[in-house]
């Protein structure tokens, strides 16, 4: 059997397709959203389930999901197989946790905000009305990935929809939180970014030595809650 | 029961074979950028093969042992000496309390990694103890070793001096051949693409680093924006941003990649990516999935061949 062509599978609109030797690629033709983001994770479950150790990495994404496979326990030849039969055969829901709505306070003031009055000249909006429609929305928490912790929200009102700077900030603190194109987030660890920055929690994104490492799941609802500068560093001095 | 750092070097961290199964919450793999070197060198010392050791770049540290200690160095070729007369890779050395070892000029490769018969007193964190660079946790501190430190061992062990076959030694001639088989979008790119990117040579440039390789020479040449859909990005991806100069992604490396992959890099030459520097020539070579396959089957077989030793 040639294995060297990507299939289709019988599955409606998800195609199969290998990501390198040791890894294969779902991709899903279905909007992005919370419905694809539930079927994802519950493929992505019935696979662990499935190869157990020979399955080193699920990493789902808006509108895929890539495995990773460990090439010392695997049978190349025959893993596309077994992926098509799944799909095939049906898969089971994920238990619907009621998904949680996790509140981060943010700051959207004075040194919190370096980036916050140039997005509000360029979304021709007052500086209050970027907070207002930066905070109204909930949003949906698709997947964490790019940095440690990191999550991809989607749900960015479309007024507040800003091009990334031309040149990235080359320090962009941890808790940072930013708009770029259509997607907001918060910076989990300081990076280099391109992003412009309206606001910083005091919350810790990512914890690595913390029982519970992550603010945040996939599924989860996020809600940005504005803070003053004195709450900012209140919550600040309280994690120390 | 230590060692301590008297010079630091340009990047020297704790690196094991990596975190696996993290990448869903946006944790890199992190760990040795050369694995191969990491195993040989926990190999000569007895240690199980994915343990953690000291990664050196580029530009080595000067190390002071508190303690005896069994060690062995593979990887990168640095002129090394052991209180001012010369040591070398690839064989297990035994050092006293007090004696100093010192990483000099660099003659080949990039990377070197430093494994000692015993364990070091570091926390595992996310189930491997290496450092990840990028987020400031694991290995020492969250951190690259600067001048002073101290790492502690524990169990320190004295093993038997051998050394590795000739077979097992590798030579770094700084012009590589990377082989490739066909990346996630590759079928995107037009012919002129494809062709233009295998018949270049690239040179490594100097903004590369444990994310990734960033390649400079001729552009693949894009006729049209090309958008797609974000999905995980494996260790070896090549990516070709807007400026048409590819990226290969690494060990700490984001994990989902949003520019079109043209090629992926086969697992069974990873661990050459570690030896990259900047002014390297490399070129890609494209081999079926098959091939790829055989390729790390002969690789497991002929690593397997020299552990069971």
């Known amino acids: 059997m040639t294995t060297l062509s990507n299939i289709n599978t019988s599955v409606p609109n998800i195609s199969i397709h290998w990501n390198g030797d040791s890894a294969i690629t779902l991709f899903f033709d279905a909007e992005a959203g919370e419905d694809l983001t539930r079927d994802i994770l519950s493929l992505a479950e019935e696979y662990k389930s499935t190869f157990s150790e020979s399955l080193i990495e699920a990493i789902p994404a808006y509108q895929s999901l890539t495995l990773c496979f460990d090439s010392q326990s695997i049978d190349p030849e025959s893993i596309e197989t077994s992926i098509k039969a799944i799909l095939d055969n049906g898969f089971n829901d994920i238990a619907t946790t009621t998904s949680r709505v996790i509140e981060i306070p943010v700051c959207y003031q004075g040194a919190y905000a370096p980036d916050l009055s140039s997005l509000a000249e360029y979304c021709k909006l007052s500086v209050d009305e970027v907070i207002q429609q930066h905070t109204q929305a909930t949003y949906l928490v698709n997947m964490l990935g790019f940095l440690p912790g990191f999550l991809y929200l989607s749900g960015l009102a479309d007024p507040l929809h800003c091009p990334r700077k031309k040149t990235p900030s080359l320090h962009v603190p941890a808790g940072a939180v930013g708009i770029g194109g259509n997607q907001t987030g918060v910076y989990p660890v300081g990076s280099p970014g391109g992003w412009h920055i309206i606001g910083q929690t005091p919350l810790s994104i990512f914890n690595p030595s913390a029982k519970q490492a992550f603010i945040a799941q996939p599924l989860d609802k996020i809600q940005f809650v504005p803070i003053s500068i004195e709450q900012f560093e209140k919550v600040d001095q309280e994690q120390i | ?309």
């Not at chain 2, 364990?119 to 969250?142: C, D, M, P, R, V």
């Not at chain 2, 990259?276 to 055989?294: F, H, M, N």
Request: glycine share 10%; proline share 4%.
């Open chain 2, 1 to 309: 029961m230590s060692l301590k750092f008297i010079k630091a070097g340009m990047q020297t961290s704790i690196q094991d074979a990596g975190r696996f199964g993290f990448m869903h919450q946006g944790i890199s793999r992190s760990g040795a950028m050369d694995p191969l070197s990491l195993q040989l060198a926990n190999c000569l010392v007895s240690n199980s093969i994915n343990q953690a050791a000291i990664e050196v770049t580029l530009v080595g540290p000067t190390i002071e042992f508190m303690q005896n200690l069994s060690i062995a160095i593979c990887g990168a070729e640095f002129d090394l000496t052991l209180n001012d007369k010369p040591v070398f890779n690839n064989e297990t050395i035994h050092v006293n309390s007090g004696d100093v070892l010192a990483f000099k000029g660099l003659r080949k490769g990039t990377r070197a990694y430093l494994a000692v018969a015993g364990e070091f007193n570091i926390e595992s964190l996310f189930g491997s103890q290496a450092t990840h660079l990028t987020a400031g946790f694991g290995g020492y501190k969250g951190r690259q070793f600067g001048e002073n430190d101290v790492l502690e061992i524990v169990s320190p062990r004295e093993v038997e001096l051998r050394d590795l076959p000739e077979a097992y030694r590798p030579t770094f001639s700084g012009n590589y051949l990377l082989r490739c088989c066909e990346g996630l979008e590759a079928e995107q790119f037009e012919q002129e693409s494809l062709a233009a990117f295998y018949d270049t040579s690239y040179t490594i440039s100097v903004d590369s680093n444990r994310m990734g390789l960033r390649l400079e020479g001729q552009a693949v040449p894009l006729n049209a924006p090309m958008s797609i859909v974000s999905s995980g990005l494996v260790q070896g991806s090549i990516q070709v941003p807007p400026s048409g100069l590819p990226i290969i992604s690494s060990v700490d490396g984001q994990t989902i990649g949003g520019y079109p992959r043209i090629a992926n890099v086969i697992s069974a030459d990873l661990t050459l990516l570690g030896q990259l520097k900047a002014g390297d020539k490399v070129s890609c070579l494209s081999v079926s999935r098959q091939k790829a396959w055989q390729c790390m089957e002969e690789k497991y077989r002929f690593l397997n061949a020299l552990f069971s030793s």
